[in-house]
């Protein structure tokens, strides 16, 4: 994020950081009142991407409510009907069967009435037994951006598409009692059901610099009340937006409901850290009786913890799917390009491929994978099998079109020896910083090596995607991960956010291999390390390297020759978005 997150002993300085952040996943949504209710008078198609979802117009924020039901899945989202920056927010609707092809709908929740005024704020679904979708989200009801919480219900039930929500007038459900902080009190969960038959549902919120989700419960959905302590808080960490908080399986390949809550299960905790834009999550458990969430001992809570993404990606919700028992997450990328430039292309925000999340049988973090539906849009194929790369080899990838792709691949070395060491000075929170000192051309040992994505032919532009291997100590190793923008585009405006996106993967080197998959995609290049153990997306604008300049390459930067036991790669089809 371009400041010392090593630095950051006080919490004044840390929010003073990111107050001084000026880039493209600034903190809090920023008001452009000027351009919120300028309206788009053509949609500039460059840039835009083929296959992830995003509107036809104007802006997009965080993902809503997605829910499976009655064999349709339902994604809503925050949209400005009115302009390409943040604004006049609603919940703009679009229906699925399969998670790629949408049919877009008329927007389910608008401001209407006095308990949402002044915005219909993000929020989740929740099916109650009997089959019975409801929506909770987070209604603004004044200037000050007083928060409380409403309910919506479909209109018409055996409506296949639930095209129309009603808001019913014994809203608000919730509104803040003197010691909760009102404008930062939003954003409610799924709810869950309690070994007492209780609902709950978990807030976001804070107390001065203390990030808390706060813990409500109910009888019969309508009457909610506070419970004393929250769910979980920390210290230090400022607003929790999206706070998501469900179950995953310790073991298998079965995912479970939201209402799981014993079992040989852990807990996830995922809150939206406004201070950094980042999604950081920690395992745990759930203590039914104290009603608490207590993360495993070994993990980092706040903002030096594990991130879903460790790129552009924030505000993700999480929903079970229970037509094939897995549990899918949904995030949003923002631009990272100028304000001024989303007012010209008319359209800012796209919503990531929707992705499986799962425990890893280590136990200590997650894996996420593109829903396999994404599949479909394959199609034409390139295969590699045991292909060296020797120090500086940079082979093409040709035959598919590399601006809109799929790209698998397996890397494998026959020796450790030449990973570089790890300077123990190094900041091993700070695997940015890292990226951006020993980028893709800094010549290493074990690596760089990876892809070059939407490159153009003379490597003016570039956006690698690629790892380098340190070693710690003896046979301990330290892989790290980076998706670099900062040579991604020739334009070089102020406000042109180009960051070296990096993460560490936690991963078991005895087999010598390493695999990586990148989904390409004019814009965004969303990429997953070791089977989806560390996922980084990158933003990126190229001037040269569009539509057929776009170039891919596989390349290796180190002095230790890597083999590519297998690479496939597809160009990607457009899915269907109908009624645009
Ligand atoms: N976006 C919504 C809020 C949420 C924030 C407003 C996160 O409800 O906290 O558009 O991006």
């Known amino acids: 994020m371009g400041f010392e997150k090593s630095f950051l002993p006080a919490l004044p300085f840390f929010f003073l950081c990111s107050l001084l952040l000026n880039n493209g996943v600034e903190a809090s949504h920023k008001v452009y009142v ?3 209710s ?21 802006w997009i924020n965080d993902p809503n409510g997605p829910m499976y039901f009655n064999g349709v899945y339902h994604l809503f989202y925050q949209y400005n009907p009115k302009g390409a920056v943040w604004g006049n927010i609603v919940w703009a609707h679009s229906v699925s069967k399969d998670l790629i092809n949408w049919e877009r709908l008329e927007p389910a929740i608008f401001p209407s009435k006095p308990f949402d005024k002044y915005g219909c704020w993000s929020g989740s679904a929740t099916v109650l037994p009997g089959n019975k979708p409801v929506i909770l989200y987070s209604g603004i ?41 009102k404008t930062a009190f939003r954003d409610p969960t799924t709810a869950w059901l309690g070994k007492d038959g209780q609902w709950r549902i978990t807030i976001g919120s804070r107390k001065k610099e203390k990030g808390i989700s706060l813990l409500y419960k109910s009888k019969d959905f309508m009457k909610w009340t506070k419970v004393k302590k929250p769910l979980h808080s920390v210290q230090g960490t400022g607003n929790w937006e999206c706070p998501d908080f469900f179950p995953v399986s310790k073991h298998g390949t079965k995912e479970l409901d939201t209402s799981v809550i014993e079992g040989d299960i852990k807990h996830v905790m995922k809150i939206s850290l406004d201070a950094t834009r980042y999604d950081y999550y920690t ?13 495993d001992k070994d993990m980092v809570d706040g903002w030096k913890g594990l991130r879903y993404d460790y790129g552009n990606f924030y505000a993700s919700k ?26 010209r292309k008319g359209w800012a925000g796209i919503q990531l491929i929707p992705r499986t999340i799962v425990l890893d049988p280590n136990g200590k973090q997650l894996l996420q994978w593109p829903v396999e539906e994404l599949e479909t849009l394959r199609g034409k194929k390139v295969e590699w099998s045991d292909k060296k790369l020797e120090k500086n080899d940079r082979i093409q990838i040709e035959g598919i079109s590399a601006a ?78 980076c998706s670099d923008a900062s040579k991604s585009s020739l334009e070089d405006k102020e406000n042109m956010y180009k960051p070296s996106f990096a993460g560490f993967v936690d991963v078991d080197l005895t087999d010598k291999k390493l695999s990586l998959r990148s989904l390409i995609d004019h814009s965004v290049v969303e990429s997953f390390g070791a089977k989806g153990k560390t996922c980084i997306t990158s933003r990126v604008y190229p001037t040269i390297a569009k539509y057929t300049h776009a170039h891919l390459y596989a390349f290796n930067n180190g002095t230790e020759t890597i083999e590519i036991e297998s690479l496939n790669a597809w160009s990607m089809k457009n899915p269907q978005l109908m009624n645009q």
Request: glycine share 4%.
């Open 34 to 36: 000027h351009l919120q």
């Open 141 to 181: 009801i004044d200037e000050n951006k007083t928060q409380v919480q409403n309910y919506a219900v479909p209109e018409n039930i055996s409506d296949p598409y639930l095209v129309k929500w009603n808001k019913p007038d014994n809203n608000p459900l919730i509104v803040a009692d003197k010691h909760v902080n």
């Open 38 to 58: 300028i309206s788009a008078e053509t949609v500039k198609d460059l840039h835009r991407t083929g296959y992830h979802f995003q509107p036809t117009k104007h």
């Open 318 to 343: 999480s929903f079970f799917d229970p037509a094939k028992n897995r549990r899918i997450l949904w995030g949003w990328a923002n631009e990272s390009d100028p304000v001024d430039d989303d007012a």
């Open 404 to 481: 809109q792709a799929d790209v698998e691949v397996t890397f494998t070395f026959k020796s450790l020896d030449k990973a570089e060491p790890f300077d123990p000075s190094w900041d091993r929170y700070d695997a940015e910083k890292l990226c951006g000192q020993k980028g893709s051309t800094v010549q290493g040992g074990l690596g760089p090596f990876g892809l070059l994505t939407l490159a153009s032919e003379n490597l003016e532009e570039y956006t690698p995607v690629f790892f380098r291997i340190f070693q710690d100590k003896e046979d301990k190793y330290v892989v790290l991960m």
């Open 283 to 295: 395992l745990g458990t759930y203590d039914t009786e104290k009603d608490r969430y207590i993360p």
